[in-house]
């Protein structure tokens, strides 16, 4: 899948990377790896978790890659007045 050198964590149905961390703060390289293991992957979400934290929700990114084409959410019809 990934050559040496570039480690995920965890991969989970091979649709999503969770990068864990045990780190003081997630800092931009912490973010570049887990935007450069969503490419090489081919997954389009991941979380960056940083297990450092004294209540977990302020440890949780996620990130999600540009999906091509439209957004997988319905627009929201804007009324005119």
């Known amino acids: 899948m990934i ?3 570039y480690r995920i ?4 149905n091979r649709l ?9 703060s997630i800092l931009p390289v912490h973010e570049a790896q887990l ?6 992957s081919g997954c389009k979400i991941g979380f960056l978790l940083n297990w450092n934290v004294t209540l977990m929700k302020n440890g949780i ?5 540009k999906l091509p084409g439209e957004t997988p959410y ?3 019809p ?3 007045k």
């Open 3 to 5: 050559d040496v050198g």
């Open 78 to 80: 804007y009324a005119l």
């Open 16 to 24: 999503v990377v969770v990068e864990n961390k045990a780190i003081e």
């Open 35 to 40: 935007l450069t293991y969503l490419k090489l």
């Open 9 to 12: 964590d965890t991969l989970i």
């Open 61 to 65: 990114k996620r990130f999600v890659l």
């Open 74 to 76: 319905p627009k929201k």
